[in-house]
């Protein structure tokens, strides 16, 4: 698909990027000690197929090694940075939880994420979240028509790292659009030699992914649930973003 998209292709992206941010919303009343990342996976599939999408994640990717991603949300909680799978484990007080949700509806793709608190949590986790929710919003002011990625990359690193936290480098954002994951790459950090220039009618998906501690990151036996490398916590925020030819349009906001 090509990167610049037609005024019908970005309609269709406001019904399923609407929903996306429904979701994220209508999740918030769920999130309390006690309920388990399945419970929330749940609420979240129903509510995606009640308003006519299709829950994107579930049964996406796999190899000879990996199965497919087994379910409706990335739900993470803690020292998870991205892609938790749901299942038996409960959220306790003190804990954060990152929510990521994909929807396809009419062929075309909405994508965000947002890290919720579990009850009180401490100073430490409250500025985490504080200061990637920041960044992802400085992000997005620079993703105007004829910037370079680089400039969303830069404001989101000198943000995150003023504040001493790491920048997570194995992952980064993504075009979006009739697939759920398109050029170009959206990193987080300052790449050198990157040359990419945003034009008007390019639709991306900004999600900067922040850790308290060291940038570096692994991947659990599961193939998918990525951790912190030190087992400190991680924070992750997401938003589909439309450049246009003045500001850019929060398509999941």
């Given amino acids: 698909m090509g990167l610049i998209k037609n005024r019908s292709e970005i309609e269709l992206m406001r019904e399923s990027c609407s929903i996306v941010a429904q979701v ?4 918030t009343g ?13 609420v ?3 509510f995606i197929i009640s308003k006519g999408g299709i829950p994107a994640f579930k049964g996406y990717g796999g190899s000879r090694k990996v199965k497919p991603y087994p379910a409706s949300a990335c739900i993470s909680v803690n020292e998870e940075v991205v892609h938790g799978i749901p299942g038996e484990k409960v959220l306790n007080e003190g804990d954060i939880v990152s929510i990521d949700v994909g929807v396809k509806k009419n062929g075309y ?7 919720y608190k579990v009850g009180k949590v401490s100073q430490k986790k409250e500025t985490l979240m504080k200061v990637t929710e920041e960044s992802l919003f400085l992000g997005i002011g620079q993703a105007v028509d004829g910037n370079e990625l680089n400039d969303i990359a830069s404001a989101i690193q000198s943000h995150c790292e003023g504040h001493g936290f790491g920048v997570v480098r194995a992952l980064v954002g993504h075009g979006i ?3 759920l994951h398109e050029e170009p790459a959206v990193p987080n950090y300052f790449v050198p030699n990157n040359r990419f220039r945003l034009r008007q009618g390019m639709v ?7 850790n308290y ?11 998918w649930t990525i951790v912190t490398a030190d087992g ?4 992750h925020f997401e938003h589909t973003i439309l450049i246009t030819d003045t500001k850019p349009e929060i398509l999941t906001l």
Avoid: C, Q, R, W
């Avoid at 501690?213 to 193939?223: F, M, W």
């Fill in 177 to 179: 659009g009739k697939n």
């Fill in 30 to 42: 769920f999130i309390e000690p006690g309920v388990t990342t399945e419970k929330l996976d749940k």
């Fill in 44 to 46: 979240i599939e129903d």
């Fill in 232 to 235: 400190e916590p991680s924070a």
């Fill in 213 to 223: 501690g060291t940038y570096e990151v692994k991947t659990l036996k599961d193939g």
């Fill in 204 to 210: 991306i998906a900004i999600e900067p992914m922040i």
């Fill in 24 to 27: 994220l919303k209508h999740i």
């Fill in 109 to 115: 793709f909405g994508d965000s994420a947002k890290t």
